[in-house]
């Protein structure tokens, strides 16, 4: 543990229950490595999602649908490693990644139990409603505990064919007002509401119990989301409406590299100080 690190109350799902009930809003961001967990821990997030945006911002690729659920426990295992140094307070939740828990309740389960076990994290996310009802009710009932997500989900984003906001006919609000039941049922604890209209998060948050946590989906949820990479600025060219961005990384690292490059280049670098 960091020497300065004192260790806190850790966030429990109990915890965030209350805090929906106190009307205590719950802060929620990514993080797919040591470093920045520490740093997040430190500054008091309430959860930390190892979320499969990994496969993007970390790994490049398009879509969250190639990451692996060894490459998800890679990051998983150094996110729990780095809340353990600080102050141990952020409840950390993995997300199970795309055909992870799809093809059936017992592979699901054989998953789940894979990503509980391997390190010490709280919980899993798995995004669906109905389709995934059973496989939920499956993994909580051995006590692991289940985060959903609904709304845009990623692992379908060649399903709908865009990043557009989601559930704004009816049909689909309706449907996605259903689900939120459906997966409180199930025995969710929480459950993620990414880009859908601020009056539908409102009221899918009004209807259940358990905490709601936004992402692009209003002020009116129980909680926010964002990816950290998004907020610190790290990728120029990603800058959605629902994102705001806490500080530009992506100049000031670019800045120090250009001029460390320089440095090097003029041999200021290293001076007689900074040799042995
Ligand atoms: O993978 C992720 O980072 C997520 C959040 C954006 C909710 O699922």
Redesign the pocket.
């Known amino acids: 543990m960091n020497s300065n690190a004192q260790k806190a109350a850790h966030v429990t799902t109990r915890r965030l229950l209350d805090m929906k009930q106190n009307g205590e809003k719950i802060s929620?961001l990514?993080a797919y490595d040591y470093t920045m967990a520490r740093i997040l821990d430190r500054a008091g997030v309430d959860v930390i999602?190892?979320?499969?945006?990994?496969?993007?911002?970390f790994s490049g690729h398009n879509t969250?649908l190639p990451i692996t659920i060894e490459e998800m426990i890679y990051h998983a295992k150094a996110v729990v490693r780095g809340v353990q140094a600080e102050t141990s307070r952020a409840m950390v939740v993995i997300?199970m990644p795309f055909m992870s828990y799809q093809l059936s309740g017992e592979e699901a389960l054989r998953n789940a139990g894979k990503i509980m076990k391997e390190h010490e994290c709280d919980a899993v996310?798995l995004?669906g409603g109905r389709v995934i009802a059973e496989t939920i009710k499956r993994i909580t009932d051995v006590g692991i505990p289940v985060m959903g997500?609904l709304g845009l989900m990623?692992q379908s984003i060649y399903k709908y064919g865009s990043y557009k906001v989601r559930a704004r006919e009816e049909r689909e609000a309706e449907q996605l007002l259903e689900d939120a039941r459906i997966v409180e049922e199930a025995g969710a604890f929480a459950v993620?509401l990414?880009k859908i209209p601020t009056d539908l998060a409102a009221e899918v948050t009004s209807s259940l119990t358990i905490p709601t946590?936004g992402?692009g989906a209003g002020v009116e949820c129980d909680g926010q989301?964002?990816?950290i990479n998004d907020i610190l600025g790290l990728n120029r060219e990603f800058h959605p409406r629902f994102v705001r961005r806490y500080a530009d990384l992506n100049t000031i690292i670019e800045n120090a590299a250009r001029q460390y490059v320089q440095d090097v280049r003029e041999r200021s670098f290293p001076s007689s100080e900074e040799s042995y």
């Open positions: 929620v990514t999602l190892v979320g499969d945006s990994a496969s993007n911002v969250t997300d996310k995004e997500h990623p993620v990414e946590i992402i989301v964002l990816v």
